[in-house]
């Protein structure tokens, strides 16, 4: 390993948005990103205005990670539809929707299709109200995947949920906006704790644990139990303000929004490491004006004194990054702070968020940015900077396999491991977590190259 | 659960009765909102042509469609791996307005340089259809100066049902077949078609055949190389296991070669044998026979003893089936009925007429039969016919797993190889793994009688 010094030079930043072939995407589509946010409204289900396939893969993807059932209902475009627009099944597609599911909101996705032919969503959307009246809130998001990938499309929804929906502005309330980017289920969870160690109600949007992360049944919901009910949305521009842990580039904040409407909004990175986490720490206590619950004292005093233990393992590690912006961003935080080194950063995500958080990195704590990227420019990164150890979804396996190197599970998607859901992330806690998984799978590498081995570390 | 069965799907479903076979309404585009467990076009042709693995894969349109497709079958590969790696056009919002051929004739002329592939295929998805890219015309250029074939392959996600994909993946073979060199094909040959080699089936399969003196000119197109498919016109009959996928191939190559075909499973041991004696039927020499009986008599008695065990454990065991073709359906039902399991619920995507017809007549009283169905008719038949195993793929199995009920996977994703006698012993074994596995004894579903825990009346 190498000496993890700064260097005071800027790091390259390569978009590779490339003049032909993506190998290997580094994103799932937009629509995704849609259909999964939507799982953490209650009583809430995606629709997809489009071909039947973009549902069933999408569904199929996200059964892979969670493990849990994903129902995501398909307009089910034909040749027809395609020619002469989408309305009659997009109408259909509803009624069968609403007679099956019995739903308190459907949101409506836009697939490449669609948008390539020129629906015009909203406006089929109030006809098809003012023809059925009784329909329950429809909420519409566009999410071409010629132009975003799954992160975008899943803060694009968010952005339309609390237009759609977050509109009281009646007394203020004392509780806290949270939103999250895509997180896991043990995630949201342990956000929730952290704001309640507050004595503050959390309205978390989209907060999809309970229905990502289910209990065993008897009976079949068609609808999980869990997630945000839509008149704590309705009230979320009454809360003592918003903290915003996304990362959404070019595309507007739903935070911003809320913010107009009247909850002030604190723009955060995701709570990883302990100077971020700290961060989220003390604007939750600046908001609410409580103290510090003393058990988050205590799991940030257990962090510490991890770090202390471990820190030798890891200096100068050399790190390769790769993921959702606010996973990638925060994971570079966390390694700086303790003495490792994230030699790549990379996204697959086209919001230009990632090269614009890690500008607010002092210089020369990244080597290299890749925006927009895929596999194939990552294999090639890895051979620039030969890290000791991938950090990053599933999809960098076969990549970290033919390296030799270890591959750090982390953000999504996650479909060649159990527990993805289970896995957390954030908070002193998750640090915590990430930091012994890190110091051993470094151990694991050192004693599986050692010709003796060694039995205490 | 409350649930009814939407109006749209009622001649979709029936409950076998002895009596008389019920009409089964199939073959039609998925119901708009159902929430149907199939894909579309695109896909179809796709996974029929994904295991060819000295070939290009290149998917013209938006990352989405190639993200999902990326290493998506467990179809193995003896020695290149092209097919393993995700290539996209990565159409974006420029191409969408301009037009995507150029970027797909720089795709296509990188990605031939760099991987040197034996041919290349190209899959257009929905939007390549809306812009009226020209892709054969792309293709035939690449072509003329490359030298590999460059073979479009037109299924746009909404041009019709999977089976439309499977028909435009055959098309697709056929250009490539007739061109290769069969002076050195032996006269006792076969091609199998439908086989896709998933957890290495191909292999088990060809086993068998070389020792009964069977030459295999070609597996359609599991472990799939480019020049023997080339060759795939010299064989002296076709076998067809995947008959849903395959039959227009093999329909084809009878008309332009002459080429015989029988249809054949090689799941469960009595599909099996069958298989083996029917392709000796069609070779000239009696040989053939002799080493059929010869092979069959040895490896059922070499996995006899220990079906009969997994037999004793399943006895009274109910099953529930939902899977891609209807071929397959027919085997599993009379595999499973080996394992002392009865079918209580069995259906298909794309099952057709005659299909069902044989479906209702292998199937017991009462059995239910569903076409094309989607998650909430899954969930409440699987609970009213009180199924202990459901058989399915991905999408399939958290329906099972959240109520409670075993779950094996025969579909894409599988990693343990179920074709034939060895395959037909891991299949009893993965059925008794699930079935008789004593965590369903916790689960509430079988708690239902005893009093729940800490739960007062």
Redesign the interface.
């Known amino acids: 390993m190498s000496c993890a010094l700064a260097r005071d030079t800027a790091p390259t930043v390569h978009s590779s948005?490339?003049?032909?072939?993506?190998?290997?995407?580094c994103?799932?589509?937009?629509?995704?990103g849609a259909a999964l946010a939507t799982a953490g409204v209650r009583g809430a289900i995606p629709?997809l205005h489009?071909?039947?396939?973009?549902?069933?893969?999408?569904?199929?993807?996200l059964?892979?990670h969670f493990?849990?059932?994903?129902?995501?209902?398909?307009?089910?475009?034909?040749?027809a539809?395609?020619v002469f627009g989408g309305e009659d099944?997009?109408g259909?597609?509803?009624?069968?929707?609403l007679?099956?599911?019995h739903p308190e909101l459907v949101t409506v996705a836009t697939?490449?299709?669609a948008e390539?032919?020129g629906d015009d969503v909203p406006l089929l959307l109030t006809r098809y109200r003012a023809r059925t009246g009784s329909a329950p809130p429809l909420v519409h998001a566009a999410t071409?995947?010629?132009?975003d990938?799954h992160v975008e499309g899943f803060h694009a929804m968010v952005y339309a949920l609390v237009k759609a929906l977050a509109c009281n502005k009646g007394t203020p309330l004392r509780a806290v906006n949270l939103l999250p980017p895509l997180l896991s289920p043990a995630d949201l969870r342990h956000l929730r704790e952290i704001v309640a160690g507050f004595d503050v109600a959390a309205t978390v949007l989209p907060d999809y644990a309970d229905r990502m992360d289910?209990v065993?049944?008897?009976?079949?919901?068609?609808l999980p139990d869990g997630g945000t009910r839509l008149v704590d949305i309705a009230s979320m521009p009454r809360a003592l303000g918003s903290i915003d842990l996304t990362l959404t580039g070019r595309a507007p904040r739903a935070s911003h929004l809320l913010a107009e409407r009247g909850a002030p909004a604190r723009v955060l990175g995701l709570p990883i490491g302990v100077r971020a986490t700290d961060a989220m720490i003390e604007t939750l206590a600046d908001l609410t004006g409580a103290g510090r619950p003393a058990w988050l004292l205590g799991e940030r005093g257990r962090l510490l004194d991890a770090y202390a233990d471990g820190h030798k393992c890891v200096f100068g590690a050399r790190v390769g990054l790769y993921g959702d912006p606010e996973f990638v961003a925060a994971l570079a935080g966390f390694l700086l702070e303790i003495g490792a080194r994230p030699v790549f950063c990379a996204t697959g995500a086209r919001n230009r968020a990632l090269p614009e958080a890690l500008a607010a990195l002092p210089a020369g704590s990244v080597d290299e940015v890749l925006d927009d990227t895929d596999f194939e420019s990552i294999g090639a990164a890895c051979e620039r900077h030969k890290p000791d150890l991938l950090m990053g979804s599933s999809?960098g396996y076969?990549l970290a396999h033919s390296l030799n190197i270890p591959l750090l599970r982390v953000g999504f998607p996650i479909h060649d491991r159990l527990g993805a859901g289970r896995i957390l992330h954030v908070g002193y806690r998750g640090t915590t977590r990430l930091f012994d998984e890190l110091v051993n799978a470094l151990l694991q590498r050192q004693q599986d190259a050692s010709p003796v081995g060694f039995s205490y570390l | 659960m409350s649930f009814s069965l939407l109006k749209e799907r009622r001649a979709q479903v029936v409950r076998n009765n002895r009596d008389g076979v019920a009409a089964l309404d199939c073959n039609k585009a998925s119901a708009a909102g159902s929430v149907s467990q199939r894909a579309c076009t695109f896909c179809g042709s796709r996974v029929v042509l994904y295991p060819i693995a000295d070939a290009l894969h290149l998917v013209h349109g938006p990352v989405g469609c190639a993200a999902y497709t990326w290493d998506i079958r467990g179809a193995l590969s003896s020695g290149p791996e092209l097919h393993r790696i995700s290539c996209s056009t990565d159409m974006r919002e420029r191409e969408v307005v301009f037009g995507g051929e150029q970027r797909l004739e720089a795709s296509l002329r990188r990605l031939i340089a760099q991987h040197a592939p034996r041919a290349a295929f190209v899959y257009g998805t929905c939007i390549v259809g809306v812009i009226g890219d020209d892709v054969p015309a792309v293709c035939k250029r690449v072509e003329a100066d490359v030298g590999i074939p460059v073979i479009p392959v037109l299924a746009e996600g909404f041009r019709g049902t999977k089976r439309d994909g499977y028909n435009a993946a055959c098309g697709a073979l056929l250009t490539l077949i007739g061109t290769g060199d069969t002076r050195t094909v032996k006269p006792q040959s076969i091609n199998l078609l439908g086989d896709f080699n998933v957890a290495g089936e191909s292999w088990i399969i060809r086993k068998y055949f070389e020792e009964m003196g069977v030459e295999v000119v070609s597996v359609l197109t599991g472990d799939g190389r480019v020049d023997e498919i080339r060759r795939a016109h010299g064989a002296r009959l076709n076998v067809v296991q995947c008959a849903g996928s395959m039959t227009p191939l093999a329909k084809a190559m009878q008309e332009r070669y002459g080429i015989p075909f029988i249809r054949v499973s090689f799941f469960g041991i009595e599909d099996t044998a069958d298989a083996l004696y029917r392709t000796a039927e069609h070779m000239d020499t009696p040989q053939v026979m002799e080493r059929a009986r010869a092979l069959v008599g040895r490896e059922i008695s070499r996995v006899l003893p220990e079906l009969r065990a997994c037999k004793q454990d399943l006895a009274g065991k109910r099953a529930g089936l939902y899977v891609g073709g209807a071929f397959k359906a027919f085997s599993l039902v009379r595999a499973l009925r080996q394992l002392g399991v009865s079918v209580v619920l069995a259906g298909t995507q794309t099952g057709s007429q005659e299909e069902y017809e044989e479906l209702q007549a292998v199937c017991d009283e009462n059995t239910v039969i569903v076409d094309d169905t989607n998650p909430l008719e899954l969930a409440s038949f699987l609970v009213e016919q009180d199924v202990d195993v459901f058989i399915g793929g991905v999408k399939e199995r958290p329906i099972a797993y959240k109520l409670g009920i075993g779950f094996c996977d025969h579909n894409h994703e599988r990693k343990i190889a179920l074709a034939g006698f060895e395959g037909a012993l891991a299949f009893a074994r993965e059925v008794r793994a699930t079935a008789t596995s004593p965590i369903w004894n916790l689960m509430p579903r079988r708690m239902r009688a005893a009093a729940p825990m800490g739960d007062k009346p």
């Open positions: 948005a490339k003049p032909d072939a993506t190998v290997n995407p994103t799932l589509c937009a629509p995704l629709l489009g071909a039947q396939g973009c549902a069933t893969y999408i569904r199929r993807y059964i892979s493990r849990e059932p994903m129902d995501v209902a398909s307009s089910s475009f034909g040749e539809q395609t099944n997009l259909r597609a509803l009624d069968n929707v007679a099956q599911y697939t490449c299709l390539t032919i071409p995947s010629y132009k990938g289910g065993i049944l008897d009976q079949y919901r068609a999809k076969r």
